[in-house]
């Protein structure tokens, strides 16, 4: 039973990101696909969370906060999503079945590259700031989350892996000149997103394989941490770090970036129990449920795992429930019905 106060999810989500005292534990997510959502909520919905050339939403800001908050009142959900990103410049190839863009391989391979491709939008550019004024207008009590990369992420997808690993060797001052662009952006862009209302940053940015870091931990500490703790030291709202795959070897100096929570632990590779073990108290952790048992799993299994979690992880106030990287249509509608009905039934403080 619930024993505290009703919050709205916007306190919810603030609370538990600083964590103090709350109702229940908040459930967050980046991406909840359109095609499980309109199967859950029994109507159509239509988020499209594509974004244009520049980065940035196709859709209106008032579409996207409405269409995410009709999956919000059904789920139980408490955060509404939008994406601030800067222009990734890659090949772009399409899925055969006719699904969304996919990122190819990157286009920076050289200075002249460089010089040619890469061009940021404004970041006060009048169009971009009334759109996500009008996604604030329209966010009601849910919880605002602006999402951004702060470098490294769209680094390796404008550079590729391949051409980013060969910079490393023959032309560090690329990898330099395209990650310190990129961070520059967003350390911009933070004020002007603080300043439109945005309660949360989310900040996604992939440096690891399920096998680990995708460079060194040396690599790591000496070109790319100082960079984007310029970033964060703009940031003064709650924040939240995501990368997937076993991040345990840069989990001590990730954390330098004074994050108020990392994302997602992800299951296959990463035991979130002894993570939680290495993390300073005042770090949280969102996510950690399994994707692939959302897909192939039981109910039984969802609501067991989800149990499981809470148990051990609910006292520490700082635990944000959340899929190990995003709700896909791939998942089966009973698993995510289960994981609707655990929250609500065990997440109550």
Sequence with gaps: MNSK????????????????EHDRVPWIEGIVGDGIASKICGQTINV??????????????????AEQKKVCRVFGKDNINYNAFAPIFAYKMEKLDGSPVIVGDGMIKSEADFEKYFKF????????????????????????????RFGIGATLLSMGIEGFSYAMVDNPDLIRAVHGGYAKWTQDLIPILEDIGFDVVWAFDDVAFDSGPIFSPAFYEKEILPVEKEVTERITIPFITHSDGDMNKLLDMWTELGQNAIHPIQPNVMDIYEVRKKLPD????????????????????????????????????????????????????ENVRAMIKAIEEYGFY
């Design 5 to 20: 106060a009703k919050m709205t999810s916007r306190e919810r989500v603030i609370t538990a990101l600083k964590g103090e």
């Design 48 to 65: 499209d969370w594509s974004v244009a050339p520049d980065g940035l939403p196709v859709k209106s800001g008032g579409e996207l906060a």
């Design 121 to 148: 939008p404004a970041v006060d550019d009048d169009t971009f700031i009334q759109n996500a004024k009008e996604f604030i207008e329209h966010r009601d009590d849910y919880c605002a989350i602006a999402a951004v």
């Design 282 to 333: 005042n770090i949280g952790i969102v996510g950690n449920i399994d994707m692939d048992l959302l897909a192939g799993g039981t109910p039984n299994q969802i609501e067991d795992l989800i149990v499981n979690r809470f148990k051990k992880l609910k006292p520490t106030q700082n635990y944000l429930i959340s899929s190990s990287n995003s709700l896909t249509d791939n998942m089966k509608e």
